[in-house]
C-alpha cells in the first residue's frame, strides 16, 4: 500500500520557474539546465521503480516516497522507504546508464559511457549513511529491535554493474529495479518476528508527521538577485512575457492568444522563487498590473487563506504541486 505518493520534487519545479523567469540570454542559464536535467533523469529513475513494487502484497508492505526527516541540527532524505511487519528497507535508486563498477576500495561508483570514465560518490556509502540516521531517528522514538536493510536500486535495465570479486557480497545489496519484488520477498523470508501492528502504524505515523519537503532558495544558490527576474504573466503558447490584460482575460501581443487563467502560472513562479505569501502590492508589481481591485479578486480567488485587512492583508499561495 502506498502510503505517501510521490510527486514532482519542488527543487525541480524552483528550477524550472527559474528558467522562465530569467532573460533568454542569462549567462547562469546553463548551469541551472544542468542541474534541471540531473534532477530530472533522478526523478524518472525513482519513479521507474514503481511498475515493480506495484508486484508486492500491498496488505504485507507500506511504501513512503520522498521522505525528507530531521537528524540532530539536518535533515536526511530517503527517495523510497518500504515497511513490512518483519523488517524496514531504504531503496536508493540510482538512473546511471553505462558500465557501472562499484570501487571499495576508495569508496566510489566508476561509470564508463562511449568509452568516457566518469566518478560519482559511493551510493552504498549513501545508504549505510541512511541506516544510521534512520535507525537514530527511530531510537530518539523509543522504537528498538527494528531490523533495517537497504538496497541500491539502478533504474537503467542496460546499465551494466560490475563488482570485483573480493566484494561479490554487494550482489546481496546492488540490484537492478526489475529484481525488486523476488530479493523483496527473499529478504522477507530471512526474518521471523513480526513487528506488532500498533508498532508498525506509530512508525508510519510518525514519519508522515516529521516529514518536511526539502526547500532550499534556488536565487540564493545560483547568486541570482530578484531583480533579475523577468516579471508579468508569461503566454502559454509562445512564453512571450509579459501579457497584457484585457477585459478580464490575458491577451499576447505576439501571438494573439487569450487565457483568463495565465496569472495562475505567475504565482507559482513567486511562490517557487521568492515568497509562498504575497501582498496586494507584491503582486501588482510582480504581475505588472496597476488595479488593486482586479488583483484583490485574483489574489482572494486563489489563496490557501489570507489574515489582516486592507492594504495589510497578506495571502497565503496554494502549494506547487
Known amino acids: 500500500m502506498i502510503v505517501k505518493k510521490r510527486q514532482l520534487p519542488l527543487m525541480i519545479q524552483k528550477l524550472q520557474s527559474l528558467l522562465r523567469r530569467l532573460p533568454k540570454n542569462h549567462p547562469k542559464i546553463p548551469y541551472i539546465e544542468e542541474m534541471l536535467a540531473k534532477k530530472m533523469a533522478g526523478y524518472r529513475g525513482e519513479y521507474s521503480i514503481d511498475y515493480p513494487l506495484s508486484f508486492l502484497?500491498?496488505?504485507?508492505?507500506?511504501?513512503?516516497?520522498?521522505?525528507?526527516?530531521?537528524?540532530?541540527?539536518?535533515?536526511?532524505?530517503?527517495?523510497?522507504?518500504?515497511?513490512?511487519?518483519?523488517?524496514?528497507?531504504?531503496?536508493?535508486v540510482k538512473n546511471i546508464a553505462g558500465k557501472l563498477f562499484f570501487d571499495q576500495e576508495?569508496?566510489?561508483?566508476?561509470?564508463?559511457?562511449?568509452?568516457?570514465?566518469?566518478?560519482?560518490?559511493?551510493?552504498?556509502?549513501?545508504?549505510?549513511?541512511?541506516?544510521?540516521?534512520l535507525r537514530a531517528?527511530?531510537?530518539?522514538?523509543?522504537?528498538?529491535?527494528?531490523?533495517?536493510?537497504?538496497?541500491?536500486?539502478?533504474?537503467?535495465?542496460?546499465?551494466?554493474?560490475?563488482?570485483?570479486?573480493?566484494?561479490?557480497?554487494?550482489?546481496?545489496?546492488?540490484?537492478?529495479?526489475?529484481?525488486?519484488?523476488?530479493?523483496?520477498t527473499e529478504l522477507d523470508a530471512c526474518y521471523q518476528h513480526v513487528m506488532p501492528d500498533k508498532q508498525l502504524k506509530k512508525i508510519i505515523r510518525l514519519l508522515l508527521k516529521q516529514h518536511s519537503e526539502a526547500n532550499s532558495d534556488v536565487l540564493e544558490q545560483f547568486e541570482i538577485g530578484r531583480h533579475e527576474l523577468l516579471k508579468g504573466?508569461?503566454?502559454v503558447d509562445c512564453g512571450l512575457t509579459p501579457m497584457?490584460?484585457?477585459?478580464?482575460?490575458?491577451?499576447?501581443?505576439?501571438?494573439?492568444?487569450?487565457?483568463?487563467?495565465?496569472?495562475?502560472?505567475?504565482?507559482?513562479?513567486?511562490?517557487?522563487?521568492?515568497?509562498?505569501?504575497?501582498?496586494?502590492?507584491?503582486?501588482?508589481?510582480?504581475l505588472l498590473l496597476s488595479s488593486r481591485h482586479v488583483v484583490n479578486r485574483?489574489?482572494?480567488?486563489?489563496?490557501?487563506?489570507?489574515?489582516?485587512?486592507?492594504?495589510?492583508?497578506?495571502?497565503?499561495?496554494?502549494s506547487s504541486d
Open 57 to 92: 502484497d500491498s496488505q504485507n508492505y507500506s511504501i513512503l516516497h520522498d521522505l525528507h526527516l530531521p537528524h540532530n541540527d539536518y535533515f536526511f532524505q530517503i527517495d523510497t522507504l518500504l515497511i513490512s511487519p518483519r523488517f524496514i528497507l531504504i531503496l536508493e
Open 106 to 133: 576508495f569508496h566510489q561508483l566508476v561509470r564508463t559511457l562511449n568509452g568516457k570514465e566518469e566518478v560519482f560518490p559511493d551510493p552504498l556509502l549513501q545508504v549505510k549513511r541512511q541506516e544510521t540516521q
Open 137 to 184: 531517528w527511530l531510537i530518539k522514538h523509543k522504537i528498538t529491535e527494528v531490523p533495517i536493510k537497504s538496497f541500491v536500486v539502478i533504474s537503467n535495465s542496460n546499465s551494466q554493474i560490475m563488482i570485483s570479486p573480493e566484494h561479490k557480497y554487494l550482489r546481496k545489496t546492488i540490484l537492478h529495479r526489475e529484481a525488486l519484488p523476488i530479493k523483496i
Open 233 to 235: 504573466v508569461q503566454c
Open 244 to 286: 497584457e490584460r484585457r477585459h478580464g482575460s490575458w491577451f499576447c501581443p505576439s501571438c494573439y492568444c487569450t487565457c483568463k487563467t495565465a496569472h495562475l502560472d505567475a504565482l507559482r513562479d513567486y511562490s517557487c522563487l521568492i515568497n509562498t505569501t504575497i501582498t496586494n502590492q507584491q503582486a501588482r508589481e510582480f
Open 298 to 318: 485574483i489574489l482572494r480567488s486563489i489563496a490557501k487563506h489570507h489574515e489582516g485587512n486592507h492594504k495589510s492583508t497578506i495571502y497565503h499561495l496554494p
